[in-house]
């Protein structure tokens, strides 16, 4: 157990429909990064916050975005979803803002768009 | 911009043998590279990161990585194999000024009886 929790496990929703994916990081941490991983596409890095506030970006499409909340838990809405977006969404956390501190991953939710 | 190549989808060996996971990455500027686990059903584990210093690296589970600038490689390695390391495992790239990460397609290790 990684101590990042995220919800729901799976989802399961409609083309043309919005989600919102939610990860809690461990306790102390204050990065949260957003990755999905697909068939097509592999394993991309989305988005990072650090302390609230925006730190970096990779391929997140302008149909999703995300957040960083005062008690440092994350949200993750796409929207006008798309058959392709079908994949599986980690949440990971790590103590600080660069990539030389270890990052743990939640479980992961699994995305379908039917 | 920043990639990584990870030849062999697939690489199956028997246990107690070597193995041998090949990562080639492509990068400007000095870079950050890692090694993940992925077992089924479950996110990514570091197994080990270079970053500067080095070039040897030791991670977890016994595996093992050597930063090689003149081959852009970073093949991990583990002198004898256990039935618990059949997982994914991916190798990454960042580096100190751009947070951006990017990931390998995955080699996926099978471990024979």
């Known amino acids: 157990d990684s101590g990042v929790t995220q919800t729901p496990k799976h989802l399961i929703t409609a083309t043309g429909q919005r989600v919102t994916l939610r990860c809690s990081p461990r306790?102390?941490?204050?990065?949260v990064y957003w990755y999905q991983q697909s068939l097509d596409q592999g394993l991309q890095f989305l988005i990072q916050?650090?302390?609230?506030?925006?730190?970096a970006k990779g391929n997140i499409l302008e149909r999703f975005s995300a957040q960083q909340f005062p008690d440092l838990h994350s949200e993750l809405n796409l929207s006008s979803l798309e058959l392709g977006d079908s994949a599986l969404y980690f949440c990971?956390?790590?103590?600080?803002?660069?990539?030389?501190?270890?990052?743990?991953f939640g479980p992961g939710t699994r995305l379908t768009v039917t | 911009a920043q990639s990584v190549t990870q030849l062999g989808s697939h690489v199956s060996v028997s246990e107690g043998a070597l193995v041998l996971l090949r990562c080639n990455y492509s990068?400007?500027?000095?870079?950050?590279l890692f090694w993940y686990v992925q077992y089924p059903n479950q996110g990514l584990q570091l197994l080990l990161k270079?970053?500067?210093?080095?070039?040897l690296v030791k991670g977890i589970n016994g595996f093992e990585a050597e930063f090689k600038k003149s081959e852009t490689s970073f093949h991990l390695t583990k002198p004898s194999a256990h039935m618990s390391d059949a997982a994914e495992y991916f190798c990454?790239?960042?580096?100190?000024?751009?947070?951006?990460?990017?990931f390998g397609a995955g080699t996926r290790l099978t471990v024979k009886p």
């Open positions: 916050y650090y302390n609230g506030e925006e730190r």
């Open positions: 990454a790239v960042s580096d100190l000024w751009n947070n951006d990460m990017r």
């Open positions: 990068s400007s500027v000095p870079p950050y």
């Open positions: 270079y970053t500067t210093g080095a070039t």
């Open positions: 990971a956390s790590s103590v600080g803002q660069d990539r030389l501190y270890e990052q743990y």
């Open positions: 306790s102390g941490d204050l990065s």
